[in-house]
């Protein structure tokens, strides 16, 4: 396959993911998206909670503690999975912006252009 077509291919599949996260996890807004960097820095914090105590932890709370601290590990990776695809959609969320303002801001010169142009011939 030509190497364009395979970007082209990872492309679409990569705003696949990113589709299906956002329908899987229901989010609308900007804000939601947040909440899940959040989430994750929350998680991240207690892990490393669970570190600290477990260096002046007795040997028998150890394997108590260090268990929760996979527990937390495992939902962290799962949270820095769907970050990818939530900084993806970001980032396209703000790039079709700039690209919005960019195009209303073409048109409103086209717009100033046609007036000007017909002050002309009155």
């Given at each position: 396959m030509?190497?364009?077509?395979?970007?082209?291919?990872?492309?679409?599949?990569?705003?696949?993911q990113?589709?299906i996260?956002?329908?899987?996890?229901?989010?609308d807004?900007?804000?939601?998206l947040k909440e899940?960097?959040?989430?994750?820095?929350?998680l991240?914090?207690?892990?490393?909670k669970?570190?600290?105590?477990?260096?002046?932890?007795?040997?028998d709370?150890?394997e108590?503690l260090?268990?929760?601290k996979?527990?937390?590990?495992d939902q962290?990776?799962?949270?820095?999975?769907d970050?990818?695809w939530?900084?993806g959609?970001?980032?396209r969320s703000?790039?079709m912006?700039?690209?919005?303002i960019?195009l209303?801001?073409?048109?409103?010169?086209?717009?100033?252009?046609?007036v000007q142009m017909?002050?002309?011939?009155?």
């Amino acid at each position: 396959m030509c190497p364009l077509i395979k970007e082209e291919v990872r492309r679409m599949e990569e705003i696949s993911q990113q589709t299906i996260f956002l329908c899987e996890n229901q989010i609308d807004t900007y804000e939601q998206l947040k909440e899940k960097q959040a989430e994750m820095d929350d998680l991240i914090s207690q892990r490393k909670k669970l570190t600290n105590k477990m260096r002046r932890a007795a040997f028998d709370e150890k394997e108590t503690l260090s268990q929760q601290k996979k527990g937390l590990s495992d939902q962290i990776s799962v949270l820095r999975k769907d970050l990818k695809w939530s900084l993806g959609v970001e980032k396209r969320s703000l790039d079709m912006v700039d690209r919005i303002i960019i195009l209303f801001k073409k048109l409103d010169r086209i717009a100033k252009k046609r007036v000007q142009m017909s002050s002309l011939f009155y």
